[in-house]
């Protein structure tokens, strides 16, 4: 659910209709190019509804059509609902500034802002409307501000929860160093194989050398082929990603993108990149073929090798070579210990031929659908829960034992389940007894 300026924060590019008008307008939503395939086909959307159960049934017309979002997007949204229908859901049974606490606002501040000053008035609007009427709740409730640039990379706050799968830089910079430690020894076998096949450029040096070619024109030319092979590797190392990509995305469950038409920025950083990268590793092979003397060269059998400094030089690009390998193999090997550990590791419950099946929560026919899998001869339990032992989406709340006054309530996670529950996923007891008949399971998060 969003307000009439939302779209233009985000800078929504609406194919069909008028997107400002349709979120002013109450019951009214915009959908994707997707949404409406799945929906109707390769009909027109626009004055068709749709209908949402929501503490009630509210139907909703369509009067705009949208451009998808792109799959890095942290609001995946298919569907924007007028925000104005819910002045009737506010008035049923919820506080209407508990929810809001509940939403993301977008804020769109002056460059000149102070963030301090902001924040303790989101501070103070909080006190008055929220932590003055707690009803003896312990805690407070916040607004926190954050930029829309921190939320794919910060874990601490919504970026990290379960809507918005937050990566920390820290393993960004990880896999930064190992992609550069690889790119470190392509560059070395690149110098290393250049002046070890120098020997048979040799005669070639000493010719152009004897008709008048200078030292830097060597130079530059041994620059420019490397330049060469260095774009026409990234050319390849581009193909290749973009070949692969969709396999590691399946494979990840991920939506990874790399759209180099889309994204001038990162097109001209692959440039750079790539040129400075053909330039460095080509500027030694260079300088050390470019200096050979033209009356040995082309001596039958008179090479030359190059002067101690050069040798020496070599050897200490193997050194670093081997150094990095090394280190490469000892980070893999941690790696597959790591995630030997978490396949092996005991979680205290059972895991195996288990299947999830999300079902309607407010259906009524929890008890049929049960009766019907267990007529499947492969079934062997059903059991009814809100959520998995391993699952994120559990109930919070806090608690107090009984005759306790509030001050002692602690923070706990729910999970409700039936009775074939606590069997099914082998969990063992510390105290107490499983119920057999429909029960709650209280899980307790530490």
Request: hydrophobic share 45%; charged share 15%.
């Given at each position: 659910m969003v307000i009439a300026d939302y779209p233009e924060i985000l800078n929504i590019e609406t194919l069909k209709g008028d997107l400002h008008k349709t979120l002013q307008a109450p019951y009214q939503a915009a959908i994707t190019e997707s949404t409406a395939k799945k929906f109707f086909g390769?009909?027109?959307?626009?004055?068709?509804?749709?209908?949402?159960k929501m503490d009630g049934n509210f139907e909703f017309t369509i009067g705009a059509l949208i451009k998808d979002f792109p799959g890095n997007t942290h609001l995946p949204a298919s569907i924007l609902v007028s925000h104005s229908y819910n002045e009737n859901f506010l008035k049923s049974n919820l506080n209407g500034w508990t929810y809001v606490s509940g939403t993301e606002t977008l804020l769109v501040v002056s460059?000149?802002?102070?963030?301090?000053?902001?924040?303790?008035?989101?501070k103070s609007i909080a006190d008055k409307h929220i932590n003055a009427n707690r009803n003896g709740i312990e805690g407070r409730s916040d607004f926190e501000l954050q930029p829309m640039s921190d939320i794919h990379f910060n874990t601490t706050i919504a970026g990290g929860g379960e809507w918005v799968q937050a990566i920390s830089m820290s393993w960004l910079w990880f896999f930064a160093i190992i992609g550069g430690a690889v790119l470190i020894l392509a560059c070395i076998n690149f110098i290393n194989l250049s002046t070890a096949q120098?020997?048979?450029?040799?005669?070639e040096v000493g010719v152009r050398k004897s008709v008048g070619a200078g030292r830097f024109n060597l130079i530059i030319q041994f620059l420019s082929e490397a330049w060469f092979l260095t774009l026409i590797s990234g050319i390849l190392a581009i193909a290749i990603a973009q070949l692969v990509l969709p396999s590691i995305n399946t494979l990840l469950d991920k939506k990874i993108l790399f759209e180099l038409t889309s994204s001038p920025l990162l097109l001209l950083s692959l440039l750079i990149v790539t040129t400075s990268i053909g330039l460095l590793v080509g500027l030694y092979p260079a300088w050390f073929i470019s200096k050979y003397n033209p009356s040995l060269t082309l001596k039958?059998?008179?090479?030359?090798?190059?002067?101690h400094g050069s040798v020496w030089l070599r050897k200490g690009l193997v050194v670093v070579q081997f150094s990095i390998s090394i280190g490469?193999?000892?980070?893999?090997?941690?790696?597959?210990?790591?995630?030997n550990y978490l396949r092996s590791k005991n979680l205290g419950?059972?895991?195996?031929?288990?299947?999830?099946?999300?079902?309607?929560?407010?259906?009524n026919k929890q008890t049929l659908f049960q009766n019907e899998l267990r007529k499947i001869a492969q079934v062997k339990d059903v059991a009814f829960a809100t959520a998995t032992p391993s699952s994120q989406?559990?109930?919070?709340?806090?608690?107090?034992?009984?005759?306790?006054?509030d001050p002692s309530r602690k923070e706990v996670t729910l999970i409700f389940g039936d009775g074939q529950?606590?069997?099914?996923?082998?969990?063992?007891?510390?105290?107490?007894?499983?119920?057999e008949t429909s029960t709650q399971i209280m899980y307790h998060s530490r």
């Amino acid at each position: 659910m969003v307000i009439a300026d939302y779209p233009e924060i985000l800078n929504i590019e609406t194919l069909k209709g008028d997107l400002h008008k349709t979120l002013q307008a109450p019951y009214q939503a915009a959908i994707t190019e997707s949404t409406a395939k799945k929906f109707f086909g390769s009909e027109d959307p626009i004055g068709k509804t749709l209908s949402l159960k929501m503490d009630g049934n509210f139907e909703f017309t369509i009067g705009a059509l949208i451009k998808d979002f792109p799959g890095n997007t942290h609001l995946p949204a298919s569907i924007l609902v007028s925000h104005s229908y819910n002045e009737n859901f506010l008035k049923s049974n919820l506080n209407g500034w508990t929810y809001v606490s509940g939403t993301e606002t977008l804020l769109v501040v002056s460059e000149n802002a102070d963030l301090s000053v902001l924040t303790a008035q989101l501070k103070s609007i909080a006190d008055k409307h929220i932590n003055a009427n707690r009803n003896g709740i312990e805690g407070r409730s916040d607004f926190e501000l954050q930029p829309m640039s921190d939320i794919h990379f910060n874990t601490t706050i919504a970026g990290g929860g379960e809507w918005v799968q937050a990566i920390s830089m820290s393993w960004l910079w990880f896999f930064a160093i190992i992609g550069g430690a690889v790119l470190i020894l392509a560059c070395i076998n690149f110098i290393n194989l250049s002046t070890a096949q120098s020997i048979t450029r040799a005669k070639e040096v000493g010719v152009r050398k004897s008709v008048g070619a200078g030292r830097f024109n060597l130079i530059i030319q041994f620059l420019s082929e490397a330049w060469f092979l260095t774009l026409i590797s990234g050319i390849l190392a581009i193909a290749i990603a973009q070949l692969v990509l969709p396999s590691i995305n399946t494979l990840l469950d991920k939506k990874i993108l790399f759209e180099l038409t889309s994204s001038p920025l990162l097109l001209l950083s692959l440039l750079i990149v790539t040129t400075s990268i053909g330039l460095l590793v080509g500027l030694y092979p260079a300088w050390f073929i470019s200096k050979y003397n033209p009356s040995l060269t082309l001596k039958a059998g008179s090479t030359t090798s190059g002067d101690h400094g050069s040798v020496w030089l070599r050897k200490g690009l193997v050194v670093v070579q081997f150094s990095i390998s090394i280190g490469l193999l000892i980070a893999l090997l941690v790696i597959s210990e790591q995630v030997n550990y978490l396949r092996s590791k005991n979680l205290g419950f059972s895991k195996d031929n288990i299947i999830n099946v999300e079902i309607e929560p407010r259906s009524n026919k929890q008890t049929l659908f049960q009766n019907e899998l267990r007529k499947i001869a492969q079934v062997k339990d059903v059991a009814f829960a809100t959520a998995t032992p391993s699952s994120q989406s559990h109930w919070g709340t806090r608690m107090n034992r009984a005759g306790r006054e509030d001050p002692s309530r602690k923070e706990v996670t729910l999970i409700f389940g039936d009775g074939q529950f606590c069997k099914m996923y082998d969990l063992q007891l510390l105290a107490g007894r499983f119920l057999e008949t429909s029960t709650q399971i209280m899980y307790h998060s530490r």
